[in-house]
């Protein structure tokens, strides 16, 4: 029987290189083929929030479809190459680790007998490239993306194939609608990373973190970029945290907790 610990990707573990290279490189493409300044990265952003809040979440995702579907209806009359793109841009300092204890954890909790997963929301073909120039697939067993499973964060289905052989014993990410919400439906510790909590804050082990009163602000801007409107009015159960760490190194004292409360 397996011990999986799954893991978010992007805001996680890894910086991709979309944002700062792609969608910018993009918007250079688009405004050179009309000839005017055109705030594509905006559209493109646009049109993944929309995606994002009609629940057609894989299809946020599909970066070569929106991406095409955009241009044609600009008029423009070429194609771009998303794959190409990540895997020209897949190189330091374009891409990197969010902390320095990431790789160092990984190896640790796989020493101590765990499977460790990515559960991802983008595609296997842009994460792929970039996990594996990080370092990070020689310590992942499973890599779980949308177009390998048919389903996406906050589905539990996701973690179908993992739970075939083993069970979860946490799940790790940054947002609170895709991987808290994940979390609480697997009935697994939700652990909350936040690379820049307040100070005050930092001295209280992850589990003191996730019921203090200083994590509301934090919890309710973390609604407020994910245009969680349901957060306007209350904080309710199922975006809460098990545990909060600031960097992944913390996430073998919630580990350690837990098990020692079955
Ligand atoms: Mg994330």
């Not at 983008?122 to 310590?139: A, E, H, I, R, S």
């Not at 499973?142 to 389903?151: F, H, K, L, Q, W």
């Not at 909060?244 to 907790?257: A, K, N, R, T, Y």
Request: hydrophobic share 40%.
């Amino acid at each position: 029987m397996k011990r999986w610990i799954t893991f978010d990707l992007d805001g996680t573990l890894m910086q991709n290189p979309f944002s700062g290279w792609i969608f910018p490189e993009l918007e250079e493409i688009v405004s050179a083929e009309l000839k005017s300044s055109h705030a594509f990265k905006r559209q493109l952003m646009d049109e993944h929030e929309r995606l994002l809040s009609e629940e057609q979440i894989v299809a946020a995702y599909d970066w070569d479809e929106i991406c095409g579907r955009l241009i044609r209806e600009l008029g423009i009359n070429r194609t771009v190459d998303i794959l190409e793109m990540v895997n020209r841009h897949s190189v330091a300092p374009k891409i990197f680790l969010l902390d320095d204890t990431v790789l160092p954890t990984l190896e640790r909790l796989k020493k101590n007998g765990y499977s460790l997963a990515a559960v991802t929301n983008g595609f296997y073909k842009y994460q792929y490239p970039v996990m594996k120039k990080l370092g990070l697939t020689d310590w992942l067993d499973e890599i779980v993306t949308p177009d390998r499973v048919g389903c996406s964060k906050p589905d539990v289905r996701m973690a179908d194939g993992l739970l075939r052989d083993g069970k979860i014993a946490a799940h790790v990410g940054d947002r609170l609608d895709h991987d808290m919400i994940f979390a609480r439906g697997l009935e697994v510790p939700g652990v909350l990373i936040h690379r820049g909590l307040p100070p005050s804050m930092m001295s209280l082990s992850p589990k003191e973190r996730a019921c203090c009163p200083e994590l509301e602000p934090v919890l309710h801007e973390l609604a407020a970029n994910e245009k969680q409107r349901e957060v306007f009015a209350s904080l309710t159960e199922k975006f809460r945290p098990a545990y909060v760490i600031g960097e992944l190194q913390e996430l073998l004292e919630c580990l350690d907790s837990s098990e020692d409360t079955p």
